[in-house]
């Protein structure tokens, strides 16, 4: 079993939908979480990150996390083309680890 | 203030040869890490720098090695290449321990022919 799962879709939604977009871990050890989105030919570039349980939100944006279920999501509101991208989950442990274990992404089409 | 800057963007090497990818992270960013990204297996941990000193290493054969300079630069080597090498090779840095997330390059496309 891998130590994070993710959805890789595609996922297409028309212009202006809530997409959600999810991904499990297996290994409680993971403490601190984040969200990156990728465009072709780019690199990740950072979304949101948050340490507890709960929701926290910016702007269009809201990243949602359940430690007791070992469940992340990140909510997109009134999305946008330009929202067209792979997002990666990604996790980090706690303590003197400083590997980022990603998701292997899902693929979004934001249709205009 | 600018991001972090990898080169060169694209390399094409042949089987056996060796290649030498570099990496500025953003300044005052001490933490530097690599990823190599495929896509059938996603983004893996290469290793991780703090001041010149490797904290962490991915699984990956000793054919990958790195280094980081006293000014935070960083730079990958990998020998012998494989086939398997072609990836897209990804730096990120970070102020000291990444909880607050890692600002990534646009990477370095090697290609193994």
């Known amino acids: 079993q891998k130590e994070v799962e993710q959805d890789p879709g595609p996922l297409s939604v028309p212009e202006g939908a809530i997409v959600s977009l999810n991904c499990t871990y297996s290994?409680?050890?993971?403490?601190?979480f984040m969200w990156y989105r990728q465009y072709s030919r780019k690199g990740p570039e950072l979304l949101m990150y948050t340490y507890s349980s709960g929701n926290k939100e910016d702007g269009r944006f809201t990243a949602q996390v359940d430690k007791s279920s070992k469940y992340i999501s990140l909510f997109i509101r009134d999305s946008q083309p330009s929202d067209s991208a792979t997002y990666l989950c990604?996790?980090?442990?706690?303590?003197?680890?400083?590997?980022?274990?990603f998701g292997k992404g899902t693929l979004l089409t934001v249709n205009p | 203030k600018a991001g972090v800057t990898q080169t060169p963007r694209y390399l094409i090497k042949t089987r056996g040869q060796q290649v030498t990818l570099s990496c500025s992270p953003i300044s005052g960013h001490r933490s530097v890490s690599w990823y190599q990204q495929t896509p059938g297996q996603g983004l893996q941990f290469l290793f991780e720098?703090?001041?010149?000193?490797?904290?962490n290493k991915g699984n990956f054969p000793g054919r990958f090695s790195g280094r980081q300079f006293s000014n935070s630069r960083s730079e990958m080597n990998v020998s012998t290449l494989e086939l398997g090498d072609s990836a897209l090779y990804l730096c990120?840095?970070?102020?000291?321990?990444?909880?607050?997330?890692?600002?990534f390059g646009s990477g370095t496309r090697l290609t193994v022919v």
């Open positions: 290994n409680s050890a993971f403490q601190y």
């Open positions: 990604a996790m980090l442990r706690g303590g003197s680890n400083y590997k980022l274990t």
């Open positions: 990120a840095s970070s102020l000291e321990s990444g909880v607050f997330g890692y600002t």
């Open positions: 720098y703090f001041s010149e000193t490797q904290r």
